[in-house]
């Protein structure tokens, strides 16, 4: 199993062996490493999520010209750990407690040892990215990190205002779409596809991007905790406005601004983030946020029609299916 997501699934099955071989190199990523790091990373790894940015990377390679299984598996790998670095580090500004249903690195030991574990894995990253034998490809690991530090610095340093819906997709894309991007991209690039085919490809992970960010920021609101992996509301808990919020306040026929001002509140109690869950999902905030992710779903779809009908390319569609289908 990936996740809660079975093996069987084409699109998973299609790259089995090869999300194997990362699996164990992602449990020996601390070998020779200090003793709390290679804890550290045993926890991370038990449970490795879906995996689907390193499913997208092996899927997008299959439609280059040039196969080097070894050369691959690295790029999966250091996008991998880029992605992971992100989310230690991010649990760190979000105070979070809980990741995968496990504790968050800084809930197991403290922040400053979380800090430093989220360092180690952006190293790692780098030295595996450093001996891609394509320079255009090193350049996109390099710039994903930028966008998703953008990203993040965007959000936590944004005045106390609801973003516009343009600011959060501008986010959103520099904090998650980008990632996805580069995984399909840069597969491609790395393996000679036509240019055409990379174009469609890193068209098709960035709406994909959007599309799963949006989904997630959904769920933390309408999402069952157990399911979810994480707890729900903590985007209200942080005042970070999403989507389905921004979209609640504008459902408010003129009392927007009291909703707006209970969503930015710098401080809630368990009962002001019940009271605020049960006014965004009485609201049209949640399904029109749906429906926008379905929107960026339906645009992956037509950016794979640039590539060549064969199962990969269903594959790549069944991924688009399933990162939407989380909130149907």
């Given amino acids: 199993m990936v996740g809660k997501v079975s093996r069987g699934d084409t699109f998973y099955s299609l790259v089995d062996a090869e999300l194997r071989d990362l699996e164990r190199r992602l449990l020996d990523v601390g ?18 999520g879906k995996l689907l940015r390193p499913t997208l990377v092996f899927l997008a390679a299959r439609f280059g010209q040039k196969s080097d299984r070894e050369v691959v598996i690295n790029l ?3 996008l991998e750990l880029v992605h992971t670095a ?7 500004v979000d105070r979070a407690a809980v990741r995968r249903n496990v504790q968050t690195v800084n809930a197991r030991w403290n922040d400053d040892i979380a800090l430093i574990v989220g360092d180690y894995l952006f190293a790692k990253a780098y030295a595996l990215a450093a001996v891609l034998p394509d320079p255009e490809v090193i350049a996109i690991v390099a710039q994903t990190v930028f966008a998703l530090c953008d990203g993040e610095l965007g959000e936590i340093t944004a005045g106390r205002g609801l973003p516009s819906e343009q600011t959060y997709l501008d986010r959103i894309e520099l904090k998650t779409a980008s990632l996805y991007a580069a995984c399909c991209q840069g597969a491609a690039l ?10 469609a490809l890193g068209a098709f992970g960035t709406n994909l991007g959007m599309a799963f960010q ?6 933390d609101l ?8 994480k707890t729900v509301g903590r985007d209200l808990l942080e005042g970070m406005p999403t989507l389905p919020m921004i979209y609640a306040v504008a459902d408010q026929d003129g009392k927007g601004a009291d909703l707006a001002a209970r969503i930015l509140a710098p401080a809630k109690s368990a009962a002001d983030i019940g009271a605020l869950l049960d006014d965004i999902r009485r609201s049209s905030g949640p399904e029109r946020a749906r429906q926008r992710a379905f929107a960026f779903h ?11 009908d064969r199962v990969e390319r269903a594959a790549l569609r069944e991924v688009a299916d399933f990162v939407v289908s989380r909130v149907r």
């Fill in 31 to 48: 070998r020779g490493a200090h003793p709390v790091f290679r804890d550290a990373v045993a926890h991370l790894f038990q449970t490795p």
């Fill in 298 to 308: 339906d645009a992956s779809l037509r950016a794979l029609d640039g590539l060549p």
């Fill in 86 to 92: 992100s989310l230690v580090h991010d649990d760190v």
């Fill in 222 to 229: 309408v999402g069952d905790e157990t399911d979810f992996g």
């Fill in 214 to 219: 949006i989904t997630d920021d959904v769920l």
């Fill in 76 to 78: 999966a790998e250091s």
């Fill in 190 to 199: 790395l393996t000679e596809a036509d240019p055409e085919h990379v174009a």
